[in-house]
């Protein structure tokens, strides 16, 4: 079965300054991987995935994540955080293989709440 | 496309009463699946569906909930009886396997508060 560790529940960063977020994942298998942000109130929308082409993988909004297989992460960074950026941020796990019941299902970490002060 | 939509977007009942919740899926999405967020507890999976086709239920945390998926447009989470601890958001989320990396497109949840 697969999982993810977000380290850190809260982060809080200054308007401008690098935003980190870390994740790591156990998988047995390949993993697909993403990272999902959630504004207040709303439903969670997809910032980046990886899917086993290039490891360093560029979102929306100026977000990016490297797939470091050795390292078994997945970290999510911006150079230069808004005050927009606020809000929930979730780490997810797939696997590739057909059959069973983890087939198509998504595994996701507790989440990490960015703050940003301005 | 309009997304996944989901209603009602709020919904305050009493303890004990029966709780439908509904979720239309992106048409041509072959996967739907139901969560659960609250704050205690994060994110959890309650049940999915392929094809219409119940695959795996076991995060439905007791008998009191049901979902069911009659055709590839419509799907709906059922609460009876309602109790307090039930109180969260739900949501429900599609894909499509012919994309092959299993993104979920959610929809904006539906708040349910059971008093």
């Known amino acids: 079965a697969q999982s993810v560790t977000q380290l850190g529940s809260h982060v809080s960063v200054s308007e401008g300054a690098l935003v980190l977020l870390r994740c790591n994942y156990s998988?047995?298998?390949?993993?697909?991987l993403f990272w999902y942000v959630q504004y207040p109130n709303q439903g969670l929308q997809l910032l980046l995935k990886y899917t086993s082409a290039a490891t360093l993988v560029k979102g929306i909004n100026g977000f990016e994540a490297e797939f470091k297989k050795s390292e078994t992460s997945f970290h999510l960074t911006k150079p230069s955080a808004h005050m927009s950026d606020a809000a929930e941020y979730f780490c997810?796990?797939?696997?590739?293989?057909?059959?069973?019941?983890?087939?198509?299902?998504?595994?996701f970490g507790q989440g990490t709440i960015l703050t940003v002060h301005p | 496309d309009a997304g996944v939509i989901q209603s009602p977007r709020h919904e305050v009942t009493e303890m004990g009463q029966e709780v439908t919740l509904r979720c239309k899926p992106i048409?041509?999405?072959?996967?739907l699946f139901w969560y659960r967020q609250t704050m205690m507890r994060g994110l959890e999976l309650l049940i999915y569906?392929?094809?219409?086709?119940?695959?795996?239920d076991s995060g439905m945390p007791e008998d009191r909930f049901s979902a069911k998926m009659p055709n590839a447009s419509f799907s709906t989470l059922k609460i009876q009886p309602s109790e307090p601890r039930d109180s969260a958001v739900y949501f429900c989320?599609?894909?499509?396997?012919?994309?092959?990396?299993?993104?979920?497109?959610f929809g904006p949840g539906t708040r349910l508060t059971v008093t």
């Open positions: 569906f392929n094809n219409n086709v119940p695959i795996d």
């Open positions: 998988s047995s298998v390949p993993p697909y």
């Open positions: 989320a599609s894909s499509n396997r012919g994309e092959s990396s299993y993104e979920q497109y």
């Open positions: 048409s041509g999405h072959d996967y």
């Open positions: 997810a796990v797939s696997v590739r293989y057909a059959g069973g019941t983890s087939y198509g299902k998504l595994t």
